[in-house]
């Protein structure tokens, strides 16, 4: 499967974004989706994940409340909608896919990843 991660961009502090991941290639609804986020010369961050059939998310602690993850399958297209942006969430974001990540926060657990998407936040 093909992921292509759109939405970044420049905004305020306490703005909102909306990112997007379209997929091609494969059957979009057989995959679980997880975003992540790198910063450069950092590790490669679990921000959320959302199963195949969107009933299920987890997020990372330091995300929740503010981050909502959530998929269209006939869309073939997943979304990550932040609020309440901070300085410190500039960096860029990943959409990943995988039929059964294990552990689900881990970036070795997906099999495809997009090109990322850049997110900066402006104080």
């Known amino acids: 499967v093909q992921l292509v991660e759109s939405g970044g961009g420049l905004v305020q502090a306490g703005g909102s974004l909306r990112l997007s991941c379209a997929a091609s290639?494969?059957?979009?609804?057989?995959?679980?989706v997880g975003w992540f986020r790198q910063a450069p010369g950092k590790d490669r961050d679990f921000v959320a994940t959302?199963?195949?059939?969107?009933?299920?998310?987890y997020y990372a602690n330091s995300v929740k409340g503010r981050f909502t993850i959530s998929r269209d399958n006939a869309k073939n297209t997943a979304y990550l909608q932040i609020n309440s942006l901070k300085p410190e969430d500039t960096t860029i974001y990943y959409c990943a896919a995988s039929r059964t990540p294990i552990p689900p926060n881990e970036p070795g657990a997906y099999d495809y990843w997009g090109q990322g998407t850049q997110v900066t936040v402006s104080s």
């Open positions: 290639g494969d059957t979009f609804g057989g995959y679980d």
């Open positions: 959302i199963s195949r059939s969107g009933s299920r998310t």
